[in-house]
């Protein structure tokens, strides 16, 4: 089973910017359904953004147009670039394949 680990997370103003990396210990290549969920104290987990069944990127109307998920198949890896940054978007970051967490996440705190 290809487990995932988390990274790229910190302490953040808002307005700024952070990537995160989730790489994975097996090849990602043939994973179609893959993305980003997040969860704050007190609330739900909920999907930043995914690739879903091999199509088009998908976002949580919440973080269109400020976030951007990409992968790279050669380097197992995950990608959440985060620009503009909001206080609302503290929580720890998770990445998920087929819509399970397999990793520990990564803490990603917006605050002046």
């Known amino acids: 089973q290809v487990q995932l680990v988390e990274s790229g997370g910190g302490l953040v103003q808002p307005g700024g910017s952070l990537r995160l990396s989730c790489t994975a210990s097996?090849?990602?290549?043939?994973?179609?359904?893959i993305g980003w969920y997040r969860q704050a104290p007190g609330k739900q987990r909920e999907l930043v953004a995914g690739?879903?069944?091999?199509?088009?990127?998908h976002y949580a109307d919440s973080v269109k147009g400020r976030f951007t998920i990409s992968r790279d198949n050669a380097k197992n890896t995950l990608y959440l670039q985060m620009n503009s940054l909001k206080v609302e978007d503290t929580a720890v970051y998770y990445c998920?394949?087929?819509?399970?967490?397999r990793g520990k996440g990564t803490q990603v705190t917006v605050s002046s």
């Open positions: 690739f879903i069944g091999g199509g088009t990127a």
């Open positions: 998920a394949i087929d819509r399970v967490i």
């Open positions: 097996g090849s990602i290549s043939s994973i179609y359904t």
